[in-house]
């Protein structure tokens, strides 16, 4: 139970004890009083639920359509290059040492495939075609 329920919780009882008290000619009145509560918890839930829905748009609108896990950062797609070659080369000798050609190719078909993998995940527009500069408004068009 959230403490917002547990204080909401209390505020009934107190409300029910107060009614007991007075009598039934304030219950309309105390009825009404925990109704505004409860509205105003509600239109504080939505408030803040609307305020974080904004602030995630505006992150998304300044990130641009950009994943916030992508990991596209120079020097992460440098090492995952220096570390995909340094691998290609006791791959390429296992490769041709057991397989000979064929094995050598099936060694660099999946240090290629890794390596696209990764530009692909980072890029995500990278192979979805050419594209072509327009004159008219200078923006990049499919």
């Given at each position: 139970?959230?403490?917002r329920d547990t204080e909401l919780k209390k505020e009934l009882n107190v409300t029910l004890q107060a009614r007991r008290e007075l009598g039934e000619e304030y219950e309309s009145a105390?009825?009404?009083?925990?109704?505004?509560?409860?509205?105003?918890?509600?239109?504080?839930a939505v408030e803040r639920r609307l305020r974080r829905?904004?602030?995630?748009?505006?992150?998304v609108a300044a990130r641009g359509s950009r994943?916030?896990?992508a990991t596209d950062?120079?020097?992460?797609?440098?090492g995952f290059g220096i570390v995909s070659l340094v691998l290609a080369i006791?791959?390429?000798?296992?490769g041709g040492a057991l397989g000979h050609l064929p094995g050598l190719f099936?060694?660099?078909?999946?240090?290629v495939g890794v390596n696209a993998f990764q530009a692909v995940r980072t890029n995500p527009g990278l192979f979805g075609?050419?594209?072509?500069?327009?004159?008219?408004?200078g923006d990049w068009k499919d």
């Open positions: 139970m959230d403490a105390l009825v009404d009083s925990f109704l505004e509560k409860v509205d105003q918890r509600i239109d504080g829905q904004f602030a995630e748009r505006q992150m994943s916030p896990k950062s120079w020097g992460e797609r440098f006791p791959l390429s000798a296992i099936a060694a660099w078909a999946g240090i075609g050419l594209r072509r500069r327009s004159a008219e408004d």
